[in-house]
């Protein structure tokens, strides 16, 4: 069983910077994608960037590409995610997950395992 669990995160002024952090634990098994996705109240949850732990290649909505930047450490099975630039529309609740099931990145019902989530609050 695979426990997503994420760190990091709080409050910033618009413009700031902030990270977290997200480590798939328990698990034995490979894990090929993990995302981060994002959800403000009233709103759908929002899949912001996603890495391949083979190749590391990376996807971003278009709402953080330039800003926000994500890596991996395959042997931690770990992800992090640097924000940077951020505004007030960037906050919302911020959650990882892993055991993508394929199909779209962005689609939060392709995904198996979810950590509880971690708060970013960006003031103006």
């Known amino acids: 069983q695979v426990e997503v669990v994420e760190s990091g995160g709080g409050s910033v002024q618009a413009g700031g910077s902030l990270n977290v952090s997200c480590v798939a634990a328990g698990s034995s098994g490979h894990i090929n994608l993990m995302t981060w996705f994002r959800q403000s109240p009233g709103k759908e949850r929002e899949g912001i960037a996603a890495?391949?732990?083979?190749?590391?290649?990376?996807h971003y909505a278009d709402s953080v590409k330039g800003r926000f930047t994500m890596a991996r450490d395959i042997g931690k099975k770990s992800v992090y995610l640097t924000m940077s630039g951020l505004t007030p529309e960037d906050t919302a609740t911020y959650y990882c997950a892993a055991g993508f099931r394929g199909g779209i990145w962005s689609d939060p019902s392709k995904y198996k395992n979810w950590g509880q989530g971690t708060q970013v609050t960006v003031s103006s």
């Open positions: 890495i391949y732990t083979v190749g590391g290649d990376t």
